[in-house]
């Protein structure tokens, strides 16, 4: 005799059993040791930064490139075979860790800091050549227009000029009619 089924509920039910029983295969093998994974662990030197490797790298003729910064720009040349995971970074330290624990963190801190410090000065720097060149060239403009005004307003007639030029036109032309005549 079959056992008469509940529907849907037990079909997901059972799925969710399944799907359980997987994950907890999978966290209890990543959790385990592998050998392999302990050789790679090995072959990859604990302690250097990716600067460090990239410097090694750029040494042995790879082409590692790094940012203003200090940062490499892309780490797949960094990566050796395997999972590619990154370095693990060391947890905070408790609140119930001594002051001495706290002192030690802050040279890093001050230096992450320094680091900033040194960027913002960077940009701030660039920031201002900036403006020094705009307004550099705000100023040429502004001379240039004033030039082409001048240049403009010289080779203006003035009233004067043009009354002039007028009378010394019609004298010519009243000689010019005078001669016909005789």
């Given at each position: 005799?079959?056992?008469?089924?509940?529907?849907?509920?037990?079909?997901?039910?059972?799925?969710?059993?399944?799907?359980?029983?997987?994950?907890?295969?999978?966290?209890?093998?990543?959790?385990?040791?592998?050998?392999?994974?302990?050789?790679?662990?090995?072959?990859?030197?604990?302690?250097?930064?990716?600067?460090?490797?990239?410097?090694?790298?750029?040494?042995?003729?790879?082409?590692?490139?790094?940012?203003?910064?200090?940062?490499?720009?892309?780490?797949?040349?960094?990566?050796?075979?395997?999972?590619?995971?990154?370095?693990?970074?060391?947890?905070?330290?408790?609140?119930?860790?001594?002051?001495?624990?706290?002192?030690?963190?802050?040279p890093g801190f001050q230096s992450k800091n320094k680091s900033q410090q040194d960027v913002r000065a960077?940009?701030?720097?660039?920031?201002?050549?900036?403006?020094?060149?705009?307004?550099?060239?705000?100023?040429?403009?502004?001379?240039?227009?004033?030039?082409?005004?001048?240049?403009?307003?010289?080779?203006?007639?003035?009233?004067?000029?043009?009354?002039?030029?007028?009378?010394?036109?019609?004298?010519r032309k009243r000689e010019a009619a005078a001669k016909k005549q005789s």
């Amino acid at each position: 005799m079959r056992k008469k089924s509940q529907g849907m509920s037990t079909f997901y039910r059972n799925m969710l059993n399944k799907t359980e029983s997987k994950h907890d295969e999978i966290v209890a093998a990543s959790t385990s040791k592998d050998p392999k994974a302990e050789l790679e662990d090995q072959s990859t030197p604990k302690g250097k930064s990716d600067v460090e490797i990239a410097a090694e790298l750029k040494a042995k003729g790879a082409s590692v490139e790094i940012n203003e910064e200090g940062q490499v720009v892309d780490k797949t040349q960094l990566l050796s075979g395997g999972l590619n995971l990154g370095t693990v970074k060391p947890s905070k330290p408790s609140s119930r860790a001594s002051h001495s624990a706290g002192a030690r963190q802050q040279p890093g801190f001050q230096s992450k800091n320094k680091s900033q410090q040194d960027v913002r000065a960077r940009q701030s720097k660039m920031l201002e050549d900036q403006l020094a060149q705009a307004q550099k060239r705000a100023l040429e403009e502004e001379e240039e227009s004033r030039a082409e005004l001048e240049r403009q307003a010289k080779s203006r007639k003035t009233n004067a000029d043009v009354q002039s030029a007028k009378e010394r036109y019609l004298q010519r032309k009243r000689e010019a009619a005078a001669k016909k005549q005789s």
